[in-house]
């Protein structure tokens, strides 16, 4: 009998940032992530594939003022 697989997904709305998660544990490495910091999503994406976790996540934040509050939030 196979177990369903390990997955949860989440949405978080703060003053200065919205992010939606959604991650399956037992996955095969695919990405889908925009947070509108480059970099960011770069590692979070390496991350992603050598865990082998799915990964997908959308942040909107207050990129104008600077970028700690969406990787703060996302992280």
Do not use: N, W
């Not at 925009?34 to 590692?43: N, R, V």
Request: proline share 4%; glycine share 6%.
């Amino acid at each position: 009998m196979s177990q369903p697989p390990r997955s949860a997904s989440l949405h978080r709305k703060t003053a200065e940032t919205e992010i939606r998660l959604a991650a399956t544990l037992d996955g095969t490495g695919v990405s889908k992530i925009d947070t509108g910091i480059p970099f960011l999503d770069h590692m979070l994406t390496l991350f992603a594939k050598h865990s082998r976790i799915d990964l997908e996540i959308a942040a909107k934040g207050d990129l104008e003022v600077d970028f700690h509050h969406t990787v703060e939030d996302t992280g």
